[in-house]
């Protein structure tokens, strides 16, 4: 027979059981990973002399980079694709010397990237500035297609994306002529659809930058490339300068890998119809025929864009790659900076038959460097003080972090790096094929839990070490994923128990394709894994356009 239950008997009944639902939450969870610092160290060549700079000026994953002029001011952004806050703006007096400011996609209502691959996302953004407003034009993929957003101020606030439906492609670009109007450039499929593969078509289209919206009636101006007979692939990244009375028309052909260039059109009306430059002029730039066997290759050049110096000089922005070996290179696409010659009434970026030189006269007076260099040789520290993350950080998909009593914490989410989601993961770009980045971590893992340092290509390619535990041990895990058919976690490449009250270092140290990962329980730094194979980290591997980003990262089991 049933009884009544007292009133005090059911409250420690429901005492009890509360007690034991947190127990068992907190045998899957782990309390948050504290992480007190992060280093990075690059080495790049010697230094250069007074009055020159190295190539790249952007170094690790800046790709796809446009450039505005505005007075004695240069502002120049880059693609993203998922990582965020996306699309960094970069600040220069000098085209050498560059401060980001800013990021045009720095809240989670301007795009969702939920679902989206790493090399997804935003594509190709092009910055202009007019009648006292910047606009930034650009392509959402799979994530609501072609776009524009604006700003009084470069370094943001950046309006919500408008987006333009009608405009079918990717790589849009602006150009306001002389008269007011302003006209859209981008990437589309030609007219009666694509013929082979990588088919596509240049259109031109009049804007309306007052309400921000297309005026219609858009026109094809360039069909496959320079020439559709020898059928060209992937002509993109179009831009438009108005030289006098001419229009040139500025585009990459060819892809983004070993045979991409950059071409060159020109009419006398902004609509067309387009000409493009001889064959001993067009491509303007390229290493596509260069040897394989030069020493210490730029590769893959194109995406190009222009900017006119106000004494009337022009130099070019462009991105390339810089192999470690054959077309393996880690670090991603990189923006670079070179002279432009018009002698010949075209403007040539560089003679065919020339290597991209990395040592190069500056334009102009040189400024000082930034608090946070971008190429040469540099070691910068971050200590997590503040609200928020410095510009340079991203995360994946726009995945949670906390600062907290100067530290980072980073909560084990079931999300990991390898499952498609919003880690607790926060990176910063590997700029040197030769560096390392180091860390320092108080964290208790629970079973199955981990926190540690990652370097990831995408979720499916990444080394990892990191603090874990499983069958009642702590660990030092170094682990490789080079695929989707590898465990979530990846294959571990080693690991060793240890035992420590106070906080734990970790390394990752790279050298072109082998990497080494380290820990250190006291003063002592232990290799844990020693020249580990991180081809797995470059584009000619993992695919996509993105470059390696590393940094600290927690994620607790399934």
Known sequence: MSRPISTTTRAVRLALAAAAML?????????????????????????????????????????????????ADYYL????????????????????????????????????FTGRGMSEGVFAPAINYHAGRFYIVNTCVQCGGNFVITATDPAGK?????????????????????????????????????????????????????ALKMMGNPKMVVNGGVDLAAKPVWIEGPHIYRVKNTYYLLAAEGGT?????????????????????????????????QPATRPNPISATGHADLVQLPDGR?????????????????????????????????????PKGQNVPYVVRAPLPMAAAGSTPFTGTYSVRTDFVGPRLGLEWMTMRDAPYRLAGRELLLDPRA?????????????????????SVTTSVRFAPEEGAMAGLAAVQNDAYFLTIALTRHDGKTFVRAARRAGKDEPRTGVTVAERAVSASGPVRLRIAARGGRYDLAYAVGKQWVTLA????????????????????????AQGPR
């Open 23 to 71: 127990c068992a939450a907190g045998a899957n969870a782990a309390g948050p990973a504290r992480f007190g610092w992060v280093e990075y160290q690059g080495t790049d060549g010697a230094a250069v002399p007074a009055g020159s700079y190295r190539n790249p000026i952007l170094a690790g994953y800046h790709p796809d980079p446009s450039i505005v002029r505005v007075g």
């Open 77 to 112: 952004v880059n693609s993203t694709f998922s990582w965020f806050p996306g699309i960094p703006v970069f600040h220069s007096r000098d085209l050498v010397h560059w401060r980001q400011i800013g990021n045009a996609i720095d809240r989670p209502g301007q795009l969702d």
């Open 158 to 210: 950046w309006s919500d994306p408008v987006f333009l439906p009608t405009v079918e492609g990717i790589d849009p670009s602006l150009f306001f002529d002389t008269d007011g109007k302003a006209w859209m450039i981008n990437n589309r499929e030609p007219v009666g659809g694509s013929t082979y593969d990588g088919h596509r078509a240049l259109w031109i289209e009049q804007f309306d930058p007052v």
């Open 257 to 289: 890998s070993v045979n991409h260039s950059q071409v060159v059109f020109r009419s006398d009306s902004v609509t067309g119809p387009y000409v493009p430059a001889p064959k001993d002029i067009n491509p303007v730039l390229s290493q596509r025929n």
């Open 314 to 350: 022009w130099w070019s922005i462009f991105l390339g790659t810089r192999p470690y070996e054959k077309d393996f290179y880690n670090i991603g696409r990189e923006t670079f900076l070179l002279p432009v010659d018009w002698s010949n009434g075209w403007p040539v970026i560089l």
């Open 415 to 435: 999300d990991g790096i390898g499952d498609f989601g919003k880690p607790a993961f926060v990176a910063r770009r590997q700029e040197h094929a030769v560096a």
């Open 530 to 553: 020693h020249e580990v194979d991180a081809t797995n980290l470059s584009t000619n591997k993992a695919g996509g356009f993105v470059g390696t980003m590393i940094g600290p990262f």
